[in-house]
């Protein structure tokens, strides 16, 4: 009889999310990932070498999830106008859920890390590439103002990622403003509106629904 699973690296990678959600890649270490799994240090080598590689996998878990939500989130037959705020609706939930992982992953790529460049390019652009699937079907039906979709994504993606992952950095290095404006109040205005802002850039491309 072949080995029966241990599920040893689905604990540990679920630890690893949890950790890096709540602190960023660089806050946690290995030995702290095994504790919270309640797996030994030897597993953790066996199954991922390193911590980078045991980032990468953390990573890629953390955005198969996004992944998963975006292609329940819309239909082949459906209207690209519905597609593409479905597709914006499961963005901003992940960034919102992972603000303070991307802020530290944002340092890295502001800095030149080509590891994470090219780890991003690599595994992070499948949400891109089903955005720009769905404006390019809108300006062949003719109903994409301005007609070009790499116009759009420029227009849409930094209003939706940018104030979260802002956000995120401002909850992770515990930052509280000179005028009184703490990061859970600035939290409360970012996620507030966020859908109302995405329902006007929809009518911003789209044109208002009649």
């Known amino acids: ?106 340092g890295d790529v502001l800095s030149g890390n080509r590891k994470t460049l090219k780890f991003i390019a ?13 404006l390019k079907r809108a300006k062949a039906r003719g109903e994409l103002k301005g007609g070009d979709p790499c116009d759009a994504i420029l227009f849409l993606m930094p209003s939706i990622v940018l104030p979260q992952i802002l956000l995120g950095l401002f909850f992770r290095l515990k930052v509280d403003f000179s005028f009184k404006i703490k990061s859970s109040g600035l939290g409360l205005a970012v996620d507030r509106g966020a859908l109302r802002r995405i329902d006007m850039m929809i009518d911003a491309i789209f044109g208002e629904e009649k």
Not at 123 to 133: P, S
Request: charged share 25%; proline share 3%.
């Open 1 to 106: 009889m072949g080995r029966v699973p241990s599920g040893n690296d689905e604990k540990m990678l679920k630890a690893g999310v949890a950790l890096a959600k709540a602190r960023g890649l660089n806050g946690y270490t290995v030995r702290e990932v095994c504790a919270r799994s309640k797996v030994n240090l030897g597993m953790f080598h066996y199954y991922f070498g390193s911590k980078d590689n045991f980032d990468r996998a953390v990573l890629k878990k953390i955005y198969s999830v996004m992944m998963e939500r975006i292609n329940i989130s819309i239909s082949p037959s459906g209207a690209p106008r519905d597609n593409v705020r479905g597709v914006l609706v499961k963005i901003l939930e992940f960034v919102k859920e992972n603000r303070v992982l991307l802020s530290s992953l944002g």
């Open 122 to 134: 690599d595994n992070f652009t499948k949400h891109v590439e089903i955005l720009y699937g769905e």
